[in-house]
């Protein structure tokens, strides 16, 4: 696995079916429509920037990740970006597949005039904050909000 070409390139429609069955072995659940849900509204964005990544071993989607571009939404005036989902198939994992994929991501943000890339981790997902930790990204000045409804 290490030694197999990787092929970057930007998220299709057609890619449903391999992220939700990455998805389903890490969450233990099908979530096939939020999935179709969210490739779709990524597809239609009215900016027409798809920023969002898959990587494909001989043809195969390994892993994703997910993201927007903002050019100016919620207060921001900057252009920034967002890494809302990212996922690799257990099989590459520890190989540098999502490492690889989040540096095409940054690089393509960059060309795009984006400074900040945002992501949000659970609290307590030790793990994924390490990663994010390693690509660089630190705590952010911004603090994230929210109300529970009754």
Request: net charge neutral; hydrophobic share 45%.
């Amino acid at each position: 696995m290490l030694n197999e070409r990787r092929v970057l390139r930007v998220l299709k429609m057609e890619d449903l079916d391999a992220i939700v069955a990455i998805d389903e072995i890490a969450t233990k659940q099908s979530r096939h429509d939020y999935y179709a849900r969210k490739i779709s509204a990524i597809l239609n964005r009215q900016t027409g920037i798809n920023c969002s990544i898959v990587c494909e071993v001989e043809g195969k989607v390994v892993g994703f990740v997910m993201g927007y571009l903002f050019f100016g939404e919620f207060g921001i005036v900057d252009s920034t970006a967002t890494i809302d989902t990212i996922g690799v198939h257990p099989q590459f994992q520890k190989f540098g597949v999502a490492s690889e994929m989040l540096d095409q991501f940054m690089m393509n943000m960059k060309a795009a005039g984006v400074k900040k890339v945002y992501t949000l981790v659970n609290w307590d997902d030790f793990a994924l904050e390490k990663f994010f930790a390693r690509q660089k990204f630190v705590p952010s000045k911004r603090v994230n909000l929210e109300c529970v409804l009754p």
